[in-house]
């Protein structure tokens, strides 16, 4: 009952579904063509045999005029473009093939009852095999058009039916019925096929359905609902081919937060979350047919600036979103600033396939956090000769032998209460025969790159611990570890062996960290740091005060000394700065943890860091970074002269 309900309301013109109108219009548009065709050749065909018994304009006229009609319509659904129709577009097609299909329908069946009035009973046959093939016909390739079936089928057959059956001829009677018959079977298989139709349309509709919500689900941050990174990938996939050939520029933005991390360790993660979906909500007000606006992950968002921006209004873009994201967020009863870094790229300056665009907008963004923080920088020239230049370096670093091109520099670190030195700090030294002295931020970030650093750092350290042995037993080592290190149980199990090996008392050496070290992974770093004071080895906090969570690190982790960085002690003098380095050693004093002054060059600097109780100090005045022989050199000449400072 349902199906028949279903099927006549098709029937009714009515439609059935939203969007079946236009899949209706396209099955029928398979099948007219052949529709038209076929009666055209019937009628011509019917026209012929009547042709010596009828009337000229009944056999010349008449089905000249329906075939040009026919024609007409042929030609009007093969220029009929299916996919550019409107839903109501296509609804009124229907509606308007389903009069005409009625129209033509009493017309033909008019003639052809009309023209069996002439000649014998071969002609009469002939009308009666006309009109049961032209209904099977139309109800065959007007399948997906049941109205106009139903239409063809009620006109013919009614008018056909009531000729022949008041005939009084018993063969037009069982011609009649028969035919109707038939008939009646071809709408039955009519309904069913076109609720068939209807059922795997609807089936496809929700197979799409699912199928874009799936999609959608796949590019989008489920957080901030902003598009994801494989979205962002696609997207600029998508740029770049239609930027092909045209060299019409686009631009390519990461921006990542500057003081996320904090904002998350201190308010927890409920907190991180609150801040990461409203800076994505500023962002999705810059969104547009112009910008998409996406979710790399963790702290990082990507944008893609599209064509018909000049450069100087993509960069205005990038620092209008920095201003944006540096307004205060509401995390509870609290303020917090995120701010963020901005790396820029652009389309084909800066590159032409996607890694490229990427890598280098990414460099971009490693300039704005390292000299920038806060604005945004667009990848220039001079980033492009700087990439190059590490490459070099990278490439050097590769081949290098090691062993026999690095070297360990020591710089003593005085005991401001006893005017003895009490450590050295050995420094990596690099000379490549290809490319000269390389700094060590230089290679030691092209080892993390390279990822050899494992091997630069335990190599290095077997070089110091060795030269440790021809130190006075007082002179302990102190030695910086790389921020991949701690993360690398081989690299803390090779530590550990070399400090074995050695012979050297473990309470000699200080291994210094910075907070980037410990950022990489805390958990991690903080087993490490545990197995590595088991031995005895003591650790040291580097550069203390210029990140954002030290006094966190400090509470949670197991530490033996901190070292002030040098930029307060270059500010010592000022209220502001004295402030802060008081403030550093009394927490030092309360948590029992001692403190060495770096970056002391001038003798004011060394009188403050003794005057404030620094117990350590370390920079220029005191001594550079020298050969062991040097420092040993110096050291003697500085014993036997009484005197801390180490040079003549």
Not at 513 to 537: K, N, P, Q, S, Y
Request: glycine share 8%.
């Amino acid at each position: 009952m349902k199906n028949w309900k279903e099927f006549l309301t098709g029937v009714a013109g009515t439609p059935l579904r939203s969007g079946i109108e236009t899949r209706q219009v396209a099955e029928l548009k398979k099948y007219i063509l052949s529709l038209y065709t076929l009666l055209s050749v019937n009628t011509c065909a019917l026209s012929f045999t009547h042709y010596a018994v009828a009337p000229a304009w009944m056999t010349l006229g008449v089905p000249g005029a329906l075939v040009a009609l026919c024609a007409l319509r042929a030609v009007h659904w093969r220029r009929l473009r299916v996919p550019d129709l409107a839903a109501s577009d296509a609804v009124r097609q229907l509606r308007a093939t389903s009069l005409l299909t009625a129209v033509l329908s009493a017309a033909f069946v008019t003639w052809a009852i009309a023209l069996g009035r002439y000649g014998g009973p071969f002609e009469q046959g002939h009308v009666a095999i006309f009109v049961a093939v032209t209904v099977v016909a139309c109800i065959f390739c007007l399948t997906h058009l049941p109205v106009a079936a139903f239409l063809v089928t009620v006109i013919v057959m009614g008018v056909f039916l009531v000729h022949h059956l008041t005939s009084g001829n018993h063969v037009f009677v069982a011609i009649a019925l028969n035919t109707a018959f038939v008939t009646a079977v071809m709408v039955r298989i009519l309904a069913d096929n076109f609720l068939t139709f209807i059922r795997l349309v609807e089936a496809q509709a929700r197979a799409e359905r699912l199928a874009d919500e799936n999609a959608r689900l796949a590019h989008t941050d489920g957080l901030t609902g902003l598009p994801n990174r494989r979205y962002f990938f696609q997207r600029l996939d998508g740029l770049l081919q239609e930027a092909a050939g045209t060299d019409v520029p686009f631009g390519l933005a990461i921006l990542d937060l500057d003081r996320f991390k904090p904002i998350n360790d201190t308010y927890g993660h409920t907190a991180g979350d609150r801040v990461l979906t409203e800076i994505a909500r500023r962002l999705s007000a810059f969104a547009g047919p112009d910008i998409t606006a996406t979710r790399l992950g963790g702290d990082e968002f990507g944008l893609l600036i599209r064509p018909s921006r000049p450069e100087e209004e993509v960069i205005a873009v990038c620092h209008r979103i920095c201003e944006a994201l540096r307004a205060p967020i509401r995390v509870g009863e609290t303020q917090v600033v995120a701010g963020c870094s901005c790396g820029l790229a652009l389309y084909p300056s800066a590159g032409r396939d996607a890694d490229v665009l990427f890598d280098r907008a990414d460099y971009a963004l490693y300039h704005s956090k390292e000299h920038l923080r806060g604005a945004a920088t667009l990848f220039s020239r001079e980033h492009e000769d700087a990439i190059r230049a590490e490459l070099a370096v990278e490439t050097a670093l590769l081949s290098a032998d090691l062993a026999a091109e690095m070297e360990v520099y020591y710089q003593p670190i005085l005991d401001t209460a006893t005017d003895t030195i009490a450590f050295v700090e050995g420094l990596a030294r690099w000379t490549s025969p290809t490319l000269g002295r390389i700094p060590p931020d230089r290679f030691i970030a092209a080892a993390e790159r390279s990822g050899i650093i494992h091997t630069v750092t335990i190599l290095l350290l077997r070089k110091a611990l060795a030269d440790t042995a021809g130190l006075p037993p007082e002179v302990g080592l102190s030695f910086n570890l790389s921020s991949h290190n701690l993360a690398s149980s081989e690299t803390v199990c090779a530590i550990l062996a070399a400090v074995r090996e050695s012979g050297l008392d473990p309470r000699r050496l200080t291994l210094e960290l910075t907070e980037t070290a410990l950022m990489r992974d805390f958990e991690r770093a903080r087993e490490a740091i545990a197995t590595l004071r088991a031995l005895g080895v003591q650790i040291a906090l580097d550069d203390f005060g210029t990140g954002y969570s030290s006094l966190g690190y400090v509470h949670r982790l197991p530490l033996d000394k901190i070292k002030i960085d040098r930029s307060f002690m270059a500010d010592i003098q000022s209220d502001l700065g004295r402030s802060v380095v008081v403030t550093i050693l009394g927490l030092c004093r309360n948590l029992g943890l001692d403190c060495i002054a770096e970056g002391v060059e001038t003798r004011e600097q060394l009188a403050a860091a003794r005057r404030h109780g620094c117990r350590y100090a370390q920079g220029h005045l005191l001594g550079m970074p020298m050969p062991l022989d040097e420092f040993l050199f110096r050291l003697r000449s500085a014993t036997a002269g009484g005197r801390g400072r180490i040079w003549a």
